[in-house]
C-alpha cells in the first residue's frame, strides 16, 4: 500500500506530474535518491492500493504508464488514476491542461514537458511554490501593486493565460516559466545539456512581459530596466556556449531600400543577470539563495571587509579590491554574465584578479579564466545559507 500525504515521495511525483504532464525517465535522480525514485515509479506502473493520509479514503489502481526508450524515456500518469489527482488538488488542472484536446505526444512537446518536469524537481527540493491551486492571482492593474509574500513559479502556458490573453503562445520562446519573488521577477529557462535555440526577438518580448508582471506583483526596484535571468543545465558547457555563441545580427533598410546591418546582438545584453544552476541539490540550494531579499548585498557584506569595497563608480565589474593590489569577484550567485564582464575587464586593464566560488563551481570556472592572471578560492555553501538564514 502506498500512502498519499503531502511532503512523501509519491505526492511530488503526482504534483510533478500533474503539472508538467510527463517526467523523463532519465531525470529522476534530480529531486533525490535515483534509485528510491526508480522503485517507487516501478511500484506505481502496477496495480497498487492507495490510501488518502487525510481522509483515509482507498483507491487500487495502476498509477503510471512508461512509454518511450533513452533519453525519451517518459512517465506519465495512468488515465484511470486521475481520482489520485483530486486528493492533491490538481485533477482540474491536468484535465484542462492534458486531457481536454488529447495528450500530445511527439517529440517536440515531449521535449518541452521534460524541460519543465526538470525545474519542478529543482523548484520541490527548494521548497518553491509551483501547483496551481496554491499560486496567487497575478495583478495586472498598473494602478495597483500587489506584492507577493513568497517565492511562487508560473510555468510558461500558464504565463499565456494571464492578462487576459495578451501574453498569447510562448512558444516564440525557449523560457519554461516566470519564477516571482517579494523582490523580483526571474526569466526560467532549462538548457538540459544542450545550447539553447535563441531567438532575439522572442527573447525580448517575454524578457519585458516578465518585466512588467514583476514590477505589478512585487517589491521589484522600478529604475531596473532588464530582468535576471536563471539557467537550470546538467553542466555549465551548455550556458556558456549559449551566452557566448548566441548572436543575433540587427539590420534596417537604408535610403536605398538595401538591408544594411547596424549591431550585433547578444544574450547577455537582454538580461540584467544570468545565474547557471545545475540539475541537482547544489542547483536547488542555490536556488533559495538567489530567491532571498537582497541576498548579494548580505553576501559581499560577510564575504568582503568594508576597507576592501570600492564606493562609488568602477572600472569594471568587480567586487572588491584585495590589498590594493588584486581584483576580486564573488561568483557566489553563479552569476556568469559578471564572471564574463569580469575577465574582459581585467583583461583591458591588465590587472590581476581573483574569483570566489564554491567547490561545485569551481571546475567550469578555472576552465574558463584559463591563461588568464586570475586565482579561484572555494567557500562552502553551508557558510553562506548560515549568513542567509537558509538552513
Known amino acids: 500500500m502506498i500512502t498519499i500525504k503531502e511532503g512523501s515521495h509519491s505526492f511530488f511525483l503526482l504534483r510533478i506530474l500533474s503539472v508538467a504532464g510527463e517526467i523523463p525517465q532519465y531525470s529522476l535522480g534530480i529531486m533525490g535518491s535515483e534509485q528510491t525514485y526508480k522503485r517507487l515509479v516501478h511500484k506505481m506502473c502496477e496495480v497498487q492500493e492507495y490510501r488518502n493520509a487525510r481522509t483515509g479514503e482507498r483507491l487500487t489502481v495502476k498509477a503510471l504508464i512508461k512509454s518511450g526508450a533513452g533519453k525519451y524515456k517518459t512517465i506519465r500518469l495512468h488515465k484511470k488514476?486521475?481520482?489520485?489527482?483530486?486528493?492533491?488538488?490538481?485533477?482540474?488542472y491536468y484535465e484542462n491542461n492534458f486531457c481536454r484536446n488529447g495528450f500530445p505526444s511527439d517529440i517536440e512537446h515531449k521535449r518541452r514537458n521534460h524541460k519543465i518536469a526538470e525545474v519542478l524537481m529543482i523548484l520541490c527540493r527548494a521548497g518553491i511554490t509551483f501547483s496551481p491551486q496554491d499560486l496567487p492571482c497575478l495583478n495586472y492593474d498598473y494602478k495597483t501593486q500587489t506584492l507577493l509574500d513568497n517565492a511562487y513559479f508560473y510555468p510558461s502556458r500558464d504565463?499565456?493565460?494571464?492578462?487576459?490573453?495578451?501574453l498569447k503562445k510562448l512558444s516564440y520562446t525557449s523560457i519554461v516559466g516566470a519564477l516571482l519573488t517579494k523582490d523580483e521577477g526571474f526569466c526560467v529557462y532549462n538548457l538540459r545539456d544542450e545550447m539553447m535555440n535563441w531567438s532575439f526577438g522572442g527573447e525580448v518580448k517575454v524578457e519585458v512581459d516578465i518585466r512588467r508582471i514583476a514590477r505589478m506583483n512585487?517589491?521589484?526596484?522600478?529604475?531596473k530596466d532588464k530582468t535576471p535571468c536563471i539557467m537550470f543545465a546538467r553542466d555549465a558547457k551548455a550556458v556558456l556556449d549559449t551566452?557566448?555563441?548566441c548572436k543575433t545580427r540587427q539590420s534596417k533598410k537604408d535610403a536605398n531600400g538595401k538591408w544594411k546591418s547596424i549591431r550585433i546582438?547578444?544574450?547577455?545584453?537582454?538580461?540584467?543577470?544570468?545565474h547557471y544552476l545545475p540539475l541537482d541539490?547544489?542547483?536547488?540550494k542555490l536556488l533559495k539563495i538567489i530567491t532571498q531579499p537582497n541576498y548579494l548585498k548580505r553576501i559581499?557584506?560577510?564575504?568582503y571587509k568594508e576597507s576592501e569595497v570600492e564606493k562609488g563608480a568602477k572600472m569594471f565589474e568587480y567586487d572588491g579590491i584585495i590589498e590594493d593590489t588584486v581584483y576580486s569577484l564573488c561568483h557566489l550567485d553563479g552569476d556568469i554574465r559578471r564572471l564574463i564582464a569580469f575577465c574582459n575587464g581585467l583583461e583591458v586593464y591588465k590587472e590581476k584578479g581573483e574569483v570566489l566560488c564554491y567547490e561545485f563551481q569551481r571546475e567550469y570556472v578555472e576552465e574558463y579564466v584559463k591563461g588568464k592572471n586570475i586565482e579561484v578560492f572555494t567557500i562552502s555553501l553551508e557558510e553562506v545559507e548560515r549568513v542567509l538564514g537558509c538552513i
Request: avoid cysteine.
Open 281 to 284: 541539490g547544489f542547483g536547488a
Open 218 to 223: 512585487t517589491a521589484r526596484n522600478p529604475e
Open 265 to 274: 546582438q547578444t544574450i547577455e545584453k537582454v538580461y540584467s543577470s544570468l
Open 81 to 92: 488514476a486521475k481520482k489520485l489527482l483530486e486528493w492533491i488538488g490538481t485533477a482540474e
Open 243 to 245: 551566452i557566448t555563441n
Open 300 to 303: 559581499l557584506r560577510a564575504v
Open 159 to 166: 504565463l499565456k493565460q494571464y492578462e487576459r490573453g495578451e
